[in-house]
């Protein structure tokens, strides 16, 4: 709570000194954006909006305690939360097994969520909805000895600061959890609160070692919280989860700054899946996901665990991609400023833009009356390539959206 009332009095004091700033909702798809608005306040209020995944088909009965789900290593993966913990490959054409890793022939007690960052994958074993666990862990295991089939694991244990009564009361915590994300310095962690029907930010350490986590701030999401999917460099968390009446929703959190998830635009989609169990959520890019819901029974009545895939292109390309400036030339800034170089030019099968310094964020490609063709998050890498072969021939604008918030325009020739 601490940390949230001084990021309030920091956001207060940018927004009544700095007379050339306005804070207010600045996404046009909220519906009471502020066309004036220069900075975020988190203000934003969304219509009701809802997906229609396409369901992919159901897993095999190997996964019907699916809890979790990564894209690595070119595949999607996933692991049940109470067998033993062993990772399998599921076909997204089909949701079929392909490959699998063991990791260990130990069972957890409830494994709930998987995240990774480069070096290694982290299991989350920390699922309380008893109220009275206190061995909360992440097993941390490297990704090349999981490979080379000698796993090094390693643990991180936590309890959370808040946490002081540890009666058993079933499915009535708010100190349960089925989700968290691994950025680029910390873990964190989202919990699933039966109570609040909310969720509680917690901060960890990514070293093996025994923590009290750190409280960062919560999120009225009106539901229960079972997976989230982190894109740094974008400012973008998805949440996934369900009502207590087995309704599934995502919850996009975007356009927020420190590190803090709730200061920025907090939207709830519903998901057109009632009485799905939805379990995990992970995509390739912002706007791509997959989801698993687990095998859920009630009376006489079997829902299979089954795989989907759902698209949120309508909700953030927007914000990804931006809309270019339309008063500046057909140059745009000049591309020297920023060492930028597009070649060949024209072109015909693939566009190549040389970016030493790793400072665009996003490529769009348009036709001249201002139709996006093609939009692309980018890499941190030093060259990126443009797959064009499926445009028309004729002259495009290339608009390239820097890590600066300023475009550089390039006119380009597909022939």
């Known amino acids: 709570m601490r940390t949230r009332i001084i990021a309030v009095i920091a956001l207060l004091a940018i927004c009544g000194i700095t007379k050339a700033q306005n804070c207010g909702c600045n996404d046009p798809m909220a519906t009471n954006y502020d066309s004036t608005a220069t900075t975020n306040d988190g203000s934003c209020i969304y219509p009701n909006s809802s997906i229609t995944p396409q369901t992919i088909g159901q897993l095999p009965p190997t996964l019907n305690g699916t809890s979790s789900l990564i894209f690595w290593d070119g595949g999607y993966w996933s692991c049940n939360d109470h067998t033993k913990l062993q990772l399998y490959r599921i076909d997204t054409l089909t949701g079929a097994i392909t490959d699998s890793l063991l990791v260990s022939e130990a069972a957890p007690k409830d494994m709930e969520e998987i995240a990774q960052d480069s070096d290694y994958l982290y299991f989350g074993d920390f699922g309380n909805n008893a109220n009275t666990r206190k061995d909360l862990h992440i097993l941390r295991v490297g990704k090349t000895s999981l490979k080379n089939g000698n796993p090094i694991i390693d643990t991180i244990f936590f309890s959370y600061p808040d946490q002081t009564d540890f009666t058993s009361s079933s499915m009535e915590t708010d100190f349960d959890c089925e989700a968290f994300v691994a950025g680029n310095d910390k873990i964190y962690i989202f919990t699933k609160q039966w109570s609040k029907l909310g969720t509680t930010c917690y901060e960890l350490p990514k070293l093996p070692g025994t923590y009290v986590a750190v409280k960062l701030d919560s999120c009225n999401v009106q539901g229960l919280v079972t997976g989230a999917t982190l894109f740094e460099n ?182």
């Open 234 to 415: 974008s400012n973008l968390v998805v949440l996934c989860g369900y009502s207590t009446l087995l309704q599934p929703f995502i919850y996009l959190l975007y356009d927020y700054t420190d590190g803090n998830f709730f200061n920025g635009n907090k939207r709830k989609i519903s998901i057109n899946l009632l009485g799905s169990q939805i379990e995990a959520i992970a995509g390739p890019t912002p706007t791509d996901y997959y989801l698993t819901n687990e095998k859920f029974t009630i009376a006489s009545s079997s829902i299979p665990a089954s795989l989907h895939r759902i698209s949120v292109s309508d909700y953030l390309t927007n914000y990804l991609y931006g809309t270019p400036p339309t008063n500046i030339d057909d140059n745009g800034f000049r591309k020297e400023i920023y060492d930028i170089k597009v070649f060949p030019n024209p072109a015909s099968e693939k566009l190549f833009i040389s970016d030493p310094n790793r400072i665009v964020r996003s490529i769009g490609i348009y036709t001249p009356n201002g139709k996006q063709v093609i939009h692309s998050l980018t890499e941190h890498t030093d060259t990126h390539c443009i797959n064009i072969n499926q445009i028309k021939e004729g002259v495009y604008f290339l608009v390239m959206k820097m890590t600066d918030g300023r475009f550089v325009k390039e006119k380009i020739v597909v022939k």
